[in-house]
């Protein structure tokens, strides 16, 4: 046994049997990036590289078991939230965050895949506003995503001011879904635009980057860095994910989470 024990990351999300999002996806991230992965499953998917073929939310009572069973066992640094499923598991994840205020949360609010498969039997936006985003430390939607979020905003500012007022205290709007020729993602808080943060663009469709990038925010939260940091090298990393990314099956590419595989020295 060592003396050091990783920040424990606690996530809930779905399980995908390709291990190229959700909860395996999440684990991977943050593994490498130095934290213990504490996963809660919500939701069981059939999937492939290609599409979602079906779907299972899990019982909410099992969610709320898996959640307590960590959160009574280890101290927690930080709680990520990826694929919820229904209106009930959101309620159920919220009457848990309940007990633990001062735990940072990152919200990945997805609700659709980037192929476009639904990730919820009904749309969540209504539960997301009002029961989970007024919690968050950060946000990490798309464009696609920000607006939904936001129906009242014209603009992506406005958009993150929305959210903003909703009690997010930081907002990250990642830029991939604009037809920029580089990637711009932009980090707010305090009512204003912080941060912005400028990418080459990759070539391929990847499955699982919104994963990777709301573990790797946690991951520098879990690890106590200041939010803005915490977004720079989250998106750093998560940009060299892809461009290691491989691609296993007939569809996607798949982010390599372990690209720095074989670069740590070996003190054993
Ligand atoms: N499946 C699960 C279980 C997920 O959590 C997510 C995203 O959060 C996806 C699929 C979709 O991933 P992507 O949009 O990157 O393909």
Known sequence: MTAHTPPVVLVFGGTDPTSGAGIVADALALAALGCHPATVAT???AQDTAGIKQFAAVDTELVIAQARAVLEDMPVAAIKTGMLGTPALVTAVASILDDYPVIPLIIDPVQVSGRGDAL???PLDEVLRTLLLPRARLVTPNTLEARVLAP???TLDACAQELMT???DYVLITGTHDPTPRVVHRLYSNHRLIDS???????????GSGCTLASACAAGLAHG????NACAQALTYTWHTLKHGYRPG???VIPDRLYRRGQETDDA
């Open 225 to 228: 860095l200041e939010p803005v």
């Open 197 to 207: 943060f400028t990418f080459d663009r990759l070539p391929a469709n990847y499955h």
């Open 152 to 154: 009242g905003a014209d």
């Open 166 to 168: 909703l009690g997010c």
């Open 43 to 45: 939701a069981v998917t």
């Open 250 to 252: 007939m569809g996607q």
């Open 120 to 122: 919820a039997d009904e």
